[in-house]
């Protein structure tokens, strides 16, 4: 019912940047957080980056290199990535823990995942 499609990864020398773009096919009546997980091979899956309500969440591997944002009237979340360094090589998740409609359990999204590599 709901598709979150996810566009920008490839692959990067490090030093370089990346847009990670996702798309939701429908807009939602209430929407908790919303940002971007990785999951790196053999390792845990991790926040990258999430806004809920008005604040703005990174970890720290990642912050002052990477940005996220959204653009509501298009239904659409970023990640913007400069600096890319070698560890960041990842698939990467976009989520949303939204409810579609007002009165329901909000419950969380999740894209098909994008793979990212950085490497030389």
């Known amino acids: 019912q709901v598709q979150l499609v996810e566009s920008g990864g490839g692959l990067v020398q490090p030093g370089g940047s990346l847009r990670l773009s996702c798309v939701a096919s429908?807009?939602?009546?209430?929407?908790?957080?919303l940002g971007w997980y990785r999951q790196a091979p053999g390792k845990q899956r991790e926040l990258v980056a999430q806004?809920?309500?008005?604040?703005?969440e990174y970890a720290a591997s990642v912050k002052d290199r990477f940005t996220i944002s959204k653009d509501n009237a298009k239904n659409t979340i970023y990640l913007q990535m400069n600096s890319l360094k070698p560890e960041d090589t990842a698939v990467y998740y976009c989520?949303?823990?939204?409810?579609?409609?007002?009165?329901?359990?909000?419950?969380?999204?999740w894209g098909q995942g994008t793979q990212v590599t950085v490497s030389s």
């Open positions: 806004i809920t309500g008005g604040s703005v």
């Open positions: 989520f949303r823990n939204a409810a579609i409609y007002y009165g329901l359990r909000p419950t969380d999204y």
């Open positions: 429908r807009t939602f009546a209430s929407i908790n957080a």
